[in-house]
């Protein structure tokens, strides 16, 4: 079935460091890619998508590129602000009005 | 604009009882996804409803049942419950007329089982 796999945190940074969070997937069709940030206490909001190979989705200074030829989804940020502190989940939604699969988040902790 | 709206936001159960969660989705929004998200895990789906029929179904117990009204607003019952049922249940809705599938999530009840 569907997957996908994210790394491990919790991830440590300064304030104004480069981020990035791996993320790759599994499907049987042609999915859309997400990356989903919550905050603490908070819903799920959507934070960036991409929905054919090679499409780059980018909102509020973070990046991520579809590669199908790696199955990846990888999340960027060039530089972190301590407001980015959260935890972040990557997501596939595979063809059709279908249920998000989720990574297991990762966890980011931005220092002063 | 107008949110996915949840209630009850918070909600502590005896086990054993009962619990009802309702979800209104965004307005022109015709689907509607439960999630189950445990303490520190990713969220799960549990069951989704297209125009009032249930579209797919994931794992959910047979002691939780769900359905979609007309005014496509929805309601996820769950009886015998258990310590394990403790968790944070989010309603997500979507627009069938879009060519992705952008879920719009709400803020989720708390739902603990004591």
């Known amino acids: ?112 | 604009a107008a949110g996915v709206i949840q209630s009850p936001r918070h909600l502590i159960k005896e086990k054993r009882e009962t619990a009802t969660l309702k979800c209104y989705p965004i307005p022109r929004h015709d689907t509607v996804y439960w999630y189950q998200q445990g303490p520190g895990q990713d969220p799960q789906f549990l069951i989704s409803f297209y125009e009032k029929m249930q579209s797919d179904k994931g794992s959910i117990p047979d002691r939780f049942s769900a359905q979609q009204f007309s005014d496509y607003h929805s309601e996820l019952n769950m009886s015998s419950l258990e310590l394990g049922d403790s968790a944070l249940y989010f309603c997500a809705s979507s627009f069938s007329g879009t060519s992705y599938n952008e879920q719009f999530f709400g803020p989720g009840t708390r739902l603990t089982v004591l």
């Open chain 1, 1 to 112: 079935g569907d997957s996908v796999t994210q790394m491990e945190g919790p991830v440590t940074l300064s304030e104004e460091a480069c981020l990035t969070i791996n993320c790759t997937y599994t499907a049987t069709g042609y999915p859309s890619l997400f990356w989903y940030v919550q905050y603490p206490g908070e819903g799920l909001q959507l934070l960036l998508k991409a929905t054919k190979a090679d499409d780059k989705g980018s909102n509020k200074g973070f990046e991520a590129t579809y590669r199908k030829e790696t199955t990846s989804f990888h999340l960027e940020k060039g530089s972190v602000q301590v407001s980015d502190s959260a935890v972040y989940f990557c997501a596939l939604s595979d063809t059709g009005f279908q249920k998000l699969v989720f990574g297991t988040g990762t966890r980011l902790l931005v220092s002063p």
